[in-house]
């Protein structure tokens, strides 16, 4: 109840793609996800799974036998669909996910679009900021261990003093 077979039939498409790379002796698979993807991704993922994570442009598999690449990774999903329409690339669309109720990746979508209507350059933005993240800025001990912060008791100060003035 409320939930979608995205998530199960990425993973099934996922294994079946490992499975045929292994037949073929392959180590590394192009998926073609895009900017959109990955800032969709990095939405829900915050949203539904209090992650702050997305998609890289590169990983290497869980049990470290193959590596995914995205070749798309910085492309916007509207210049890929310019240039299908330009060389007349049939898009095979899911007709299973666009039918789906509760899908919370158009929600995402569409909130995306909204803002980019409202403030254009959001999306460029938001796509820059994973591409420059500051583990100190964030509250995630695994990245930055907080207890270990001291100060720097030979620091100049910053401060001026105005009584001298």
Not at 97 to 102: D, K, P, T
Request: aromatic fraction near 8%; include cysteine; charged fraction near 25%.
């Amino acid at each position: 109840e409320g939930k979608t077979t995205c998530s199960l039939c990425s993973r099934l498409r996922r294994g079946t793609l490992y499975t045929f790379a292994d037949q073929i002796g392959a180590t590394k698979m192009a998926l073609g996800h895009h900017r959109d993807d990955i800032i969709e991704t990095f939405f829900l993922n915050m949203f539904f799974n209090g992650a702050l994570k997305a998609m890289p442009p590169k990983l290497r598999a869980d049990d470290g036998r193959n590596v995914v690449i995205r070749p798309l990774a910085y492309c916007h999903e509207k210049d890929i669909q310019a240039y299908s329409d330009l060389k007349q690339f049939p898009i095979i669309p899911c007709n299973l996910c666009g039918s789906q109720e509760n899908l919370q990746r158009q929600v995402v979508k569409d909130m995306l679009l909204d803002w980019e209507r409202k403030t254009p350059g959001r999306t460029e933005s938001i796509f820059r900021a994973l591409q420059n993240v500051q583990p100190s800025q964030l509250a995630d001990r695994k990245l930055f261990d907080f207890s270990q912060l001291r100060i720097d008791e030979t620091a100049a100060s910053r401060f001026v003093n105005v009584v001298n003035i």
